[in-house]
């Protein structure tokens, strides 16, 4: 998918250049007044950027240059808003079905397997008005679905629910991306959801994009500490190894292996997890009297400024070929240690977060 | 209750159903128009529409009876079509009547049209309803307690009228002769035992009009 977009509004100018994978979850990142959501937008055609580029699979949907645009109603795309936008006056059914009728797909395709795994079968009769927030969000992606889009489109589609409902829904949006074969645009200000959720990660900051590139891999980057300040930190790809008998959980990953307390996730499921900058420390030789568990061998491979006055933020290569982690750790620590690239030092992981 | 009274019910209840269709028919594009334009034109179109709000019944009257008279320029237009001229038939009230009754209309409209906003319209076009199947299965049943509200006003305010009605109708019967006319003219001729039928009427008339309205609007605000 490729879209280039160019748009001045008096004091904020969105100018950007994308070029992002066929398949997976980008998420789009960046504060409020970014302007990701006015990329969605402009993706949606919900917004007319003059100029524009915007090819989707092998379709092109906006070529200005050849005063090519596709209108919203002739794109088959999926998108889903903030808040609830189910039509108040149809049932759950109707509102489904409202998309199905008009795409092409009123023999309701899929529409068995779309109610399990969002679970919304039993809603199928009630009114919008007597769901949970949580409960509309899922009628609400279904019914995008329902349309078969070439491509889904998520503004914050969690923003306006709660930490429960939150937690709710996003076991659903995990089970999606492991059953969808098409490319989702995910807006959002959360980096927890972009930790669980996202592939692909796009930053977008005063407009622009800041950078752009693999989850893993771009989180690791020491270059943008600013986006993330306090959640500055990585993603590691684990799968289950084995539940232990004092209910301590085996995670394995290429180049080591984390404990992690109790998770009800079989053995050899894969399990996303999150490690803060903040909550890594490094010492230059292993301990055997520390209550940390989680002790990586790794090297330091780069240095740079931390967000926070007076740390430093530590790139480490966990083995040979193995992921990336970030430290953050003081300016004066690591003088004292006289930490430098190419060394070899031990990261002791305080906390790991499961998503 | 004499004939001619009979007749001047059925001639309004004929007017107030016809102006009230056309009004619907008319207003709601203009409604649709002043509720999402950007256009500096905004401003005038509404203040025109809303004109009649304010302008006394006679001088609305009196500019169309000009405008619409064998000397106004749309009187000679249709006498050059061959076409019957409008003052004093009931052609002319209609017209007269969809003028002075517009605002009733355009305004309960635009509102509920402005108080959906873009966003159901935004969701529909992404689940590939054209603008126009848009409208009419999302925006006019959101819309709904508008259209009654504003189907309601016309209707009655059409009922209601009498300047507009003597400026441009006259007065005869069976033709132009409205209830309002009709109850002048009893009142005019001492007639009070006939004139309190209809009055009375008109009372109770406009009492269950008002009780429909207001309770229209609890239930849909009750609903939302």
Same mark, same amino acid.
């Given at each position: 998918?490729?879209?280039?977009?160019?748009? @001045?509004?008096?004091?904020?100018?969105?100018?950007?250049?994308?070029? &992002?994978?066929?398949?997976?979850?980008?998420?789009?990142?960046?504060?409020?007044?970014?302007?990701?959501?006015?990329?969605?937008?402009?993706?949606?055609?919900?917004? #007319?950027?003059?100029?524009?580029?915007?090819?989707?699979?092998?379709?092109?949907?906006?070529?200005?240059?050849?005063?090519?645009?596709?209108?919203?109603?002739?794109?088959?795309?999926? &998108?889903?808003?903030?808040?609830?936008?189910?039509?108040?006056?149809?049932?759950?059914?109707?509102?489904?079905?409202?998309?199905?009728?008009?795409?092409?797909?009123?023999?309701?395709?899929?529409?068995?397997?779309?109610?399990?795994?969002?679970?919304?079968?039993?809603?199928?009769?009630?009114?919008?008005?007597?769901? +949970?927030?949580?409960?509309?969000?899922?009628?609400?992606?279904?019914?995008?679905? &329902?349309? #078969?889009?070439?491509?889904?489109?998520?503004?914050?589609?969690?923003?306006?629910?709660?930490?429960?409902?939150?937690?709710?829904?996003?076991?659903?949006?995990?089970?999606?991306?492991?059953?969808?074969?098409?490319?989702?645009?995910?807006?959002?200000?959360?980096?927890?959801?972009?930790?669980?959720?996202?592939?692909?990660?796009?930053?977008?900051?005063?407009? #622009?994009?800041?950078?752009?590139?693999?989850?893993?891999?771009?989180?690791?980057?020491?270059?943008?500490?600013?986006?993330?300040?306090?959640?500055?930190?990585?993603?590691?790809?684990?799968?289950?190894?084995?539940?232990?008998?004092?209910?301590?959980?085996? &995670?394995?990953?290429?180049?080591?292996?984390?404990?992690?307390?109790?998770?009800?996730?079989?053995?050899?499921?894969?399990?996303?997890?999150?490690?803060?900058?903040?909550?890594?420390?490094?010492?230059?030789?292993?301990?055997?009297?520390?209550?940390?568990?989680?002790?990586?061998?790794?090297?330091?491979?780069?240095?740079?400024?931390?967000?926070?006055?007076?740390?430093?933020?530590?790139?480490?290569?966990? @083995?040979?070929?193995?992921?990336?982690?970030?430290?953050?750790?003081?300016?004066?620590?690591? #003088?004292?240690?006289?930490?430098?690239?190419?060394?070899?030092?031990? @990261?002791?992981?305080? +906390?790991?977060?499961?998503? | 209750?004499?004939?001619?009274?009979?007749?001047?019910?059925?001639?309004?209840?004929?007017?107030?159903?016809?102006?009230?269709?056309?009004?619907?028919?008319?207003?709601?594009?203009?409604?649709?128009?002043?509720?999402?334009?950007?256009?500096?034109?905004?401003?005038?179109?509404?203040?025109?529409?809303?004109? %009649?709000?304010?302008?006394?019944?006679?001088?609305?009257?009196?500019?169309?009876?000009?405008?619409?008279?064998?000397?106004?320029?749309?009187?000679?237009?249709?006498?050059?079509?061959?076409?019957?001229?409008?003052?004093?038939?009931?052609?002319?009230?209609?017209?007269?009547?969809?003028?002075?009754?517009?605002?009733?209309?355009?305004? %309960?409209?635009?509102? =509920?049209?402005?108080?959906?906003?873009?966003?159901?319209?935004?969701?529909?076009?992404?689940?590939?309803?054209?603008?126009?199947?848009?409208?009419?299965?999302?925006?006019? %049943?959101?819309?709904?307690?508008?259209?009654?509200?504003? =189907?309601?006003?016309?209707?009655?305010?059409?009922?209601?009228?009498?300047?507009?009605?003597?400026?441009?109708?006259?007065?005869?019967?069976?033709?132009?002769?409205?209830?309002?006319?009709?109850?002048?003219?009893?009142?005019?001729?001492?007639?009070?035992?006939?004139?309190?039928?209809?009055?009375?009427?008109?009372?109770?008339?406009?009492?269950?009009?008002?009780?429909?309205?207001?309770?229209?609007?609890?239930?849909?605000?009750?609903?939302?």
């Amino acid at each position: 998918m490729e879209a280039r977009f160019r748009l @001045a509004y008096p004091g904020f100018t969105l100018d950007v250049d994308l070029n &992002l994978p066929e398949k997976g979850v980008t998420a789009l990142f960046g504060p409020s007044g970014s302007g990701k959501t006015t990329v969605l937008r402009c993706v949606a055609g919900l917004e #007319r950027a003059p100029g524009g580029f915007l090819k989707v699979a092998d379709s092109i949907w906006q070529n200005d240059a050849h005063g090519v645009f596709l209108p919203i109603h002739a794109r088959p795309l999926g &998108l889903v808003f903030q808040e609830a936008s189910l039509f108040p006056h149809l049932s759950v059914r109707k509102n489904l079905e409202y998309g199905m009728k008009r795409a092409g797909n009123a023999r309701g395709e899929g529409f068995d397997a779309m109610l399990d795994l969002l679970g919304i079968r039993a809603l199928l009769a009630r009114d919008p008005e007597h769901l +949970s927030g949580g409960e509309r969000q899922r009628v609400a992606i279904a019914r995008a679905l &329902l349309t #078969r889009p070439r491509l889904l489109l998520l503004d914050e589609p969690l923003a306006a629910l709660d930490v429960k409902k939150k937690q709710e829904i996003l076991p659903y949006l995990e089970a999606l991306r492991e059953e969808l074969n098409i490319p989702v645009l995910y807006v959002s200000h959360a980096p927890d959801e972009v930790a669980r959720l996202a592939d692909h990660l796009v930053l977008i900051q005063n407009g #622009r994009v800041t950078a752009s590139g693999a989850l893993m891999a771009t989180l690791a980057r020491l270059d943008l500490g600013s986006a993330f300040t306090d959640d500055a930190g990585v993603v590691l790809e684990t799968t289950v190894a084995a539940h232990e008998a004092d209910g301590l959980v085996r &995670l394995e990953f290429p180049g080591g292996r984390l404990y992690v307390t109790e998770r009800d996730k079989p053995p050899g499921s894969r399990l996303r997890c999150r490690i803060h900058a903040r909550d890594v420390s490094l010492a230059l030789s292993a301990h055997n009297d520390t209550s940390i568990l989680n002790v990586l061998p790794a090297t330091v491979v780069a240095i740079a400024g931390a967000d926070a006055p007076g740390h430093v933020l530590v790139q480490l290569q966990l @083995a040979e070929g193995g992921p990336l982690l970030l430290a953050r750790i003081t300016e004066r620590s690591r #003088r004292a240690l006289a930490i430098a690239p190419g060394m070899a030092v031990v @990261a002791q992981v305080k +906390s790991v977060a499961l998503l | 209750m004499d004939g001619s009274s009979l007749a001047a019910i059925w001639l309004t209840c004929k007017l107030a159903t016809l102006v009230t269709v056309l009004l619907l028919v008319v207003g709601t594009p203009i409604a649709w128009w002043l509720a999402n334009t950007c256009s500096r034109l905004k401003g005038p179109v509404g203040a025109l529409v809303s004109l %009649p709000l304010v302008l006394p019944p006679t001088v609305l009257g009196f500019y169309l009876l000009l405008l619409l008279g064998p000397y106004g320029g749309i009187g000679k237009a249709m006498d050059a079509l061959d076409l019957e001229r409008l003052p004093f038939t009931f052609a002319g009230l209609v017209v007269a009547s969809v003028l002075y009754s517009l605002p009733f209309v355009v305004q %309960p409209i635009q509102n =509920a049209f402005e108080a959906i906003g873009r966003r159901p319209l935004e969701v529909a076009a992404s689940l590939r309803a054209t603008p126009l199947d848009a409208f009419f299965s999302v925006v006019v %049943p959101l819309a709904r307690p508008g259209f009654v509200t504003a =189907a309601i006003l016309g209707f009655a305010h059409t009922v209601g009228e009498f300047g507009v009605v003597l400026m441009m109708g006259g007065n005869i019967p069976g033709k132009t002769q409205v209830l309002s006319v009709k109850i002048y003219d009893y009142v005019e001729n001492g007639d009070y035992a006939q004139a309190h039928w209809l009055a009375g009427g008109m009372v109770l008339f406009s009492f269950v009009v008002l009780l429909l309205l207001y309770g229209s609007r609890k239930q849909s605000s009750w609903s939302r």
